[in-house]
């Protein structure tokens, strides 16, 4: 399958002004569709998604799909509909068309990419593009997306270990795991400075547990030295003390 990897541009300033000039348009758009067969609409929508034109490429491909949701070119149709839906930015709408094609067609050929797909949709809508223009941490942002993005791409290479989107997924996986651990360790940084101390030992040793590969374990063990230290539990700070100068010999908490 092809992939297209043109980028939307990124449109700033009022439409309302458009704003008849858009709806004449889509009407007649949708009156041109209406006196096409499915091929023509195909290539129509080929069209625009070769120009970049993704929502319209994603508005025809919607009405190719529903007009003949079991033509020959169903299939491709369904997988180009989930490029135009992600180009596009609707998220909801491209989750539901991958979980559409996945349950109608376990056993195609491109499933392993619609996994793909499902997983990068979801990475990407846990980001937030204002806090990432303005270099604003947000850690300590719910990472539910996050979680089910892993999930995603996990699944991808347990059941499609050979596949050519396999290994961008398990570099998507590493950059979540961090993405994860440092959400733990917001937290625990947030209970040590309400003084709860178990709570946020606990979360140091779930990164540590879960995350051993992530960037944060040396985050991870000073909080567990720290929070230990002020619990008085001198045998498990020790521990925790002697695995941080194993490790990293130059943290600050080594005394």
Do not use: W
């Amino acid at each position: 399958m092809k992939s297209f990897r043109y980028m939307a541009p990124l449109v700033v300033g009022a439409m309302i002004s458009l704003a008849g000039c858009s709806s004449s348009e889509d009407t007649e758009e949708k009156a041109a569709l209406a006196n096409m067969g499915a091929q023509q609409m195909y290539e129509r929508a080929k069209e625009n998604m070769e120009t970049g034109n993704f929502t319209a490429a994603a508005n025809t491909l919607s009405a190719l799909d529903s007009r003949y949701p079991f033509g020959p070119l169903s299939h491709q149709v369904q997988l180009d509909l989930i490029y135009s839906y992600y180009k596009s930015g609707k998220i909801d709408e491209t989750i539901a068309t991958i979980d559409r094609f996945i349950r109608l067609n376990p056993n195609h050929s491109d499933v392993d990419y619609a996994f793909y797909m499902r997983g990068l949709v979801n990475m990407e809508a846990d980001s937030n593009l204002f806090q990432e223009l303005m270099n604003i941490d947000r850690a300590d942002r719910d990472p539910a997306k996050s979680r089910q993005a892993f999930d995603d791409f996990r699944r991808l290479i347990q059941q499609y270990p050979d596949s050519k989107y396999a290994a961008d997924a398990r570099k998507r996986m590493i950059f979540i795991k961090n993405r994860l651990a440092r959400y733990e360790i917001a937290i625990a940084r947030f209970y040590m400075r309400r003084e709860a101390f178990v709570a946020a030992a606990n979360r140091g040793r779930y990164v540590i547990e879960h995350y051993p590969d992530s960037d944060q374990v040396q985050h991870a063990l000073e909080i567990m030295v720290s929070s230990y230290e002020q619990l008085g539990l001198d045998e498990l700070r020790d521990n925790a003390m002697k695995t941080l100068k194993l490790n990293y010999p130059n943290s600050e908490y080594i005394g």
